[in-house]
């Protein structure tokens, strides 16, 4: 019996590798009295594990990604219907970022466009790791720049960053409105409506993007389907 490579590399090979090398790392480094005081004939500190987690993540995407694609019959046509997807999240996403802007004009009066100039940095750091936490830091900074109060700018970021949730909002809402249209169901302009502010609700309970189950019971509860669909 032939062993399918990319599914053996993936689930028992690299996990195995990730183990024993994050293992030695983590022995090194409780050694040290502080995270990241360099160990004396080692070099090693804090952030050269944090610097070997982001060299690998490109790997493991590319492996993740290669055992996907290797067992699908019809690739060009699941690249199209991909590619749909997102282009309907991108459209909702500029969709979004256009009634901030008129949002913004309308009750503070002023350019908002102005804010982008300061929050460039934090919007790449946001985009290229699809998390608002890792900008933090360069927000404060921005937010300082451009001239707002400390004390409010570090309660206000916080507490929007916590409960803010139209972002992973959007981007279920297509993966609901995608899933349930490939099993052949026909949704009209209400239950599109309905998916939108059933997410929103379930993303602001904690501002973060919720687990692929929920995404499913979302979808079972959008389309009336049964359960045996929810696993297609």
Not at 211 to 217: H, K, N
């Amino acid at each position: 019996m032939l062993i399918d490579l990319p599914q053996f590399v993936r689930n028992k090979f690299l996990p195995i590798l990730f183990k024993a090398y994050f293992s030695r790392r983590s022995y090194v480094l409780n050694r040290a009295e502080l995270p990241n005081k360099t160990i004396p004939g080692s070099g090693l500190t804090a952030s050269d594990i944090f610097n070997d987690i982001v060299y690998f993540t490109p790997v493991g995407i590319c492996f993740m990604v290669t055992s996907s694609v290797t067992d699908r019959t019809n690739i060009e046509s699941d690249f199209i219907q991909l590619g749909v997807f997102a282009a309907t999240v991108i459209g909702a996403i500029l969709i979004h970022l256009i009634l901030h802007v008129l949002v913004l004009s309308v009750v503070s009066r002023r350019n908002p466009l102005r804010l982008f100039k300061y929050s460039f940095n934090s919007f790449l750091i946001t985009f290229a790791t699809t998390s608002t936490a890792a900008s933090m830091g360069e927000m404060y900074n921005e937010l300082d720049r451009y001239g707002c109060n400390k004390l409010a700018s570090r309660f206000v970021l916080f507490v929007c960053l916590v409960i803010k949730g139209d972002g992973p909002a959007i981007f279920i809402s297509a993966v609901c409105i995608f899933v349930v249209q490939q099993t052949g169901f026909e949704i009209d302009f209400s239950k599109v409506i309905f998916i939108v502010q059933r997410n929103k609700e379930r993303s602001s309970d904690c501002g973060l993007c919720t687990p692929g189950g929920e995404e499913l019971e979302n979808v079972q509860d959008i389309s009336t389907l049964p359960y045996e669909y929810g696993d297609k």
